[in-house]
């Protein structure tokens, strides 16, 4: 079965350190996507960062980047110069196909990252 | 801006109730979801849709049934409501490969059943 492990359930960091959030995933298959997503505390979730799985370029979105490796089936976030508004709970994502020929998401249970002021 | 919308923020039920649950997004999204979300657990796939009246099961669609007669609206439905179904329950949509793949969240319904 196709999982989604992040295995950080909470993790802090001072204000304008760099943090950096680990998530694993298991698939055979070779071409995918993996997505984090942020949850704010009472709002909605959205993007951070997207990777196709056939660039070896890492993905970088400002402060937001990852280091993608996928021999290690690896995908871990990196946040520079954390802010107050980085407050929320992270989810690690990965889209899979169907047998139906559509695709679906597997998420991960999310780590709550706090920046201390 | 995509837009997604659930029909409640908080819900409180009683046990054996029928609850719907509804989503609707503007953005002519192909594909809708349902998910519940609770602590330690992440997000779970109860159902999806890819195509008007098209639906395929998630990983926990045990009690749970759901309805897409119109591209924008998706429904949830708790035939009939127990205590363990107490949840967030968060409906999202994307683009059958526009904005490659990414998924647009509704705020959410946290539902409570009593």
């Known amino acids: 079965a196709q999982t989604v492990t992040q295995s950080q359930p909470e993790m802090s960091v001072q204000e304008a350190e760099t943090v950096t959030l680990s998530c694993t995933y298991d698939?055979?298959?070779?071409?995918?996507?993996l997505f984090w997503y942020k949850q704010p505390p009472s709002r909605q979730m959205i993007l951070v960062i997207r990777?196709?799985?056939?660039?070896?370029q890492n993905a970088t979105e400002n402060r937001f980047s990852v280091n993608f490796q996928k021999a290690a089936k690896s995908f871990s976030l990196k946040i520079s110069d954390s802010q107050l508004g980085d407050t929320a709970m992270y989810f690690c994502?990965?889209?899979?196909?169907?047998?139906?020929?559509?695709?679906?998401?597997?998420f991960g249970t999310g780590t709550r990252l706090k920046v201390l002021a | 801006d995509v837009k997604v919308t659930q029909s409640s923020r908080y819900l409180v039920k009683r046990t054996g109730e029928k609850v719907f649950l509804e989503c609707v997004q503007d953005?002519?999204?192909?594909?809708m979801f349902w998910y519940r979300q609770d602590p330690g657990l992440g997000l779970r796939l109860i159902y999806f849709?890819?195509?008007?009246?098209?639906?395929e099961k998630g990983d926990i669609p045990e009690g749970y049934s759901v309805s897409r007669e119109k591209k924008e609206r998706f429904s949830l439905i708790l035939e009939s409501a127990s205590t363990n179904q107490t949840s967030m329950y968060l409906c999202?949509?994307?683009?059958?490969?526009?904005?490659?793949?990414?998924?647009?969240f509704g705020p959410g319904t946290r539902l409570t059943v009593l």
């Open positions: 999202a949509s994307s683009s059958r490969g526009g904005s490659r793949y990414t998924q647009y």
């Open positions: 698939t055979s298959e070779s071409n995918y996507y």
């Open positions: 990777q196709e799985a056939y660039k070896q």
């Open positions: 994502a990965f889209m899979t196909r169907t047998t139906s020929g559509t695709y679906k998401y597997i």
């Open positions: 953005m002519d999204h192909e594909n």
């Open positions: 849709s890819y195509d008007v009246k098209m639906k």
